[in-house]
């Protein structure tokens, strides 16, 4: 057996298909036992490798669609211990699902003719320009020994790991039907995660993602279920179909009540955003007006108990915390005033290095995306951030408002809200870097910008 390359028919390969077959499991074994931890955790991740090569050598969509579902409900493995202060690593099953899906899309480029690496789209420049920033600031950092090379390089890539995740969907979306089928397959991954949550709720603890460990981070769900509520919100406002919009309508609701069950004061945050540009960029203020009145309405009678005393507790300082912070005449709880803490230790670091920054764990954790850029890739990396994000925009408004194919328009007045989201909720969590979030935001980025593609290519017979 030979391979004759991608489903597109392009260029040909004349290495037989062992050959490929087994360079991929020797990068997946050297993985292995590259990870530290015990024999027992090599030979899974191991044997989870050599699984997601044959998947995803064989049947690259059977692949991204192991990667949609891993996204949410993916087990973790301890890399190491503390690598870098107050940080420690660690290794997902996806990681392994989307290293060796990239990995395997590498060799298919060496191998065949016209078969590119990465598509070419309107955001390579920006995230090539936030990835060489992110590399420059941290090698610095490590170069002034303000930054472990390891630590440092190790974060860099689980940040970029979702770049990764927006180009293997872009590189291989061949049509519409397609998009469709890997949306549905993302919403169902949403609703499991959502009826996982729903468990969670008697047990009177904040509701958190599966396979979030001990803790949890229900700021992370909060951030995740706000982005998703976006696209069906963006969905429901374009199409027409009655019997589809109750069916996002119903949805909605399903991931409000974990949403509020988060107690995620900066998920709160981030849904004003988000009505907000759904109001000015939609087509029905008048519904949405009557909509948000009669949640103002209904709020002091529905709004659960716990979701008003995290609102109103904000503003009581905790009696035996001796670090409250004030604004005014207004003191916080302990948890927003550690946050106002970290801000101020975050610029104080900033001063010290405005340019470059500390480099990327050169500064301990901080709760926000923008405090921690300026500490980490100074005014730099600020910058190549809010240049990605203004093309990001740019992009999905024209694509909102030129599209004459409605899962297009849908998809792009979602992500727009999506994207507003998380940049309020992004003032009290580190958004744009936590990989359960950015991975399902990359990917309907990549669907979006597919789909838009495809249509232009097509256009003007382009199929609704």
């Given at each position: 057996?030979?391979i004759?390359g991608?489903?597109?028919?392009?260029?040909?390969?004349?290495?037989?298909?062992?050959?490929?077959?087994?360079?991929?499991?020797?990068?997946?074994?050297?993985?292995?036992?590259?990870?530290?931890?015990?024999?027992?955790l090599?030979?899974?991740?191991?044997?989870?490798g050599?699984?997601?090569?044959?998947?995803?050598?064989?049947?690259?969509?059977?692949?991204l669609?192991?990667?949609?579902?891993?996204?949410?409900?993916?087990?973790?493995?301890?890399?190491?211990?503390?690598?870098?202060?107050?940080?420690?690593?660690?290794?997902?099953?996806?990681?392994?699902?989307?290293?060796?899906?990239?990995?395997?899309?590498?060799?298919?480029?060496?191998?065949?003719?016209?078969?590119?690496?990465?598509?070419?789209?309107?955001?390579?420049?920006?995230?090539?320009?936030?990835?060489?920033?992110?590399?420059?600031?941290?090698?610095?950092?490590?170069?002034?020994?303000?930054?472990?090379?390891?630590?440092?390089?190790?974060?860099?890539?689980?940040?970029m790991?979702?770049?990764?995740?927006?180009?293997?969907?872009?590189?291989?979306?061949?049509?519409?039907?397609?998009?469709?089928?890997f949306?549905?397959?993302?919403?169902?991954?949403?609703?499991?995660?959502?009826?996982?949550?729903?468990?969670?709720?008697?047990?009177?603890?904040?509701?958190?993602?599966?396979?979030?460990?001990?803790?949890?981070?229900?700021?992370?769900?909060?951030?995740?279920?706000?982005?998703?509520i976006?696209?069906l919100a963006?969905?429901?406002?374009?199409?027409?179909?009655?019997?589809?919009?109750?069916?996002?309508?119903?949805?909605?609701?399903?991931?409000?009540?974990?949403?509020?069950?988060?107690?995620?004061?900066?998920?709160?945050?981030?849904?004003?955003?988000?009505?907000?540009?759904?109001?000015?960029?939609?087509?029905?203020?008048?519904?949405?007006?009557?909509?948000?009145?009669?949640?103002?309405?209904?709020?002091?009678?529905?709004?659960?108990?716990?979701?008003?005393?995290?609102?109103?507790?904000?503003?009581?300082p905790?009696?035996?915390?001796?670090?409250?912070?004030?604004?005014?005449?207004?003191?916080?709880?302990?948890?927003?005033?550690?946050?106002?803490?970290?801000?101020?230790?975050?610029?104080?670091?900033?001063?010290?290095?405005?340019?470059?920054?500390?480099?990327?764990?050169?500064?301990?954790?901080?709760?926000?995306?923008?405090?921690?850029?300026?500490?980490?890739?100074?005014?730099?990396?600020?910058?190549?951030?809010?240049?990605?994000?203004?093309?990001?925009?740019?992009?999905?408004?024209?694509?909102?408002?030129?599209?004459?194919?409605?899962?297009?328009?849908?998809l792009?007045?979602?992500?727009?809200?999506?994207?507003?989201?998380?940049?309020?909720?992004?003032?009290?969590?580190?958004?744009?870097?936590?990989?359960?979030?950015?991975?399902?935001?990359?990917f309907?980025?990549?669907?979006?910008?597919?789909?838009?593609q495809?249509?232009?290519a097509?256009?003007?017979?382009?199929?609704?």
């Amino acid at each position: 057996m030979r391979i004759t390359g991608r489903e597109t028919g392009k260029g040909s390969a004349n290495l037989p298909v062992y050959v490929v077959l087994g360079l991929m499991i020797l990068f997946i074994t050297l993985l292995a036992f590259l990870v530290s931890g015990g024999m027992q955790l090599k030979m899974v991740i191991l044997i989870l490798g050599i699984i997601a090569t044959a998947i995803c050598f064989f049947n690259t969509e059977m692949a991204l669609y192991l990667i949609i579902f891993a996204m949410l409900f993916s087990p973790e493995f301890s890399f190491g211990g503390e690598i870098a202060e107050g940080r420690s690593l660690v290794l997902r099953v996806e990681d392994i699902i989307i290293l060796v899906t990239f990995f395997s899309w590498v060799l298919k480029t060496a191998l065949y003719e016209g078969v590119g690496l990465i598509i070419r789209t309107p955001l390579n420049r920006p995230i090539k320009i936030y990835v060489l920033v992110s590399l420059v600031t941290t090698l610095l950092g490590t170069i002034f020994g303000k930054v472990n090379l390891a630590s440092g390089l190790l974060y860099v890539f689980k940040y970029m790991e979702y770049f990764l995740v927006f180009f293997m969907f872009a590189n291989n979306i061949t049509d519409r039907d397609q998009v469709r089928r890997f949306v549905i397959a993302a919403l169902i991954v949403a609703l499991f995660t959502a009826l996982y949550a729903f468990i969670q709720i008697p047990l009177g603890a904040r509701v958190t993602a599966p396979f979030e460990g001990q803790n949890g981070e229900p700021n992370t769900l909060g951030g995740y279920l706000i982005l998703i509520i976006s696209v069906l919100a963006g969905l429901w406002t374009v199409y027409q179909d009655k019997r589809l919009r109750l069916i996002l309508v119903c949805f909605i609701g399903l991931l409000f009540v974990p949403f509020l069950f988060t107690l995620s004061r900066s998920s709160y945050l981030a849904a004003i955003p988000m009505f907000i540009t759904l109001f000015i960029f939609s087509d029905k203020k008048l519904l949405l007006s009557f909509l948000l009145f009669v949640f103002i309405l209904a709020t002091p009678f529905l709004l659960p108990e716990k979701v008003k005393g995290r609102i109103n507790e904000t503003f009581i300082p905790d009696p035996g915390f001796d670090k409250t912070e004030v604004i005014g005449d207004v003191g916080f709880d302990s948890s927003t005033s550690e946050r106002i803490y970290s801000f101020k230790y975050a610029m104080n670091k900033w001063r010290q290095h405005p340019l470059f920054g500390w480099g990327v764990t050169g500064v301990g954790l901080i709760d926000s995306t923008y405090f921690r850029l300026l500490a980490e890739m100074g005014l730099l990396g600020l910058l190549s951030f809010l240049y990605l994000i203004g093309v990001i925009g740019l992009y999905l408004y024209a694509a909102y408002r030129e599209s004459q194919d409605l899962l297009v328009k849908g998809l792009a007045l979602g992500m727009i809200a999506g994207t507003a989201a998380l940049l309020g909720h992004s003032v009290g969590a580190a958004s744009f870097i936590i990989v359960r979030i950015m991975e399902p935001y990359w990917f309907f980025m990549a669907c979006v910008i597919s789909l838009r593609q495809l249509e232009q290519a097509a256009s003007p017979a382009y199929e609704r």
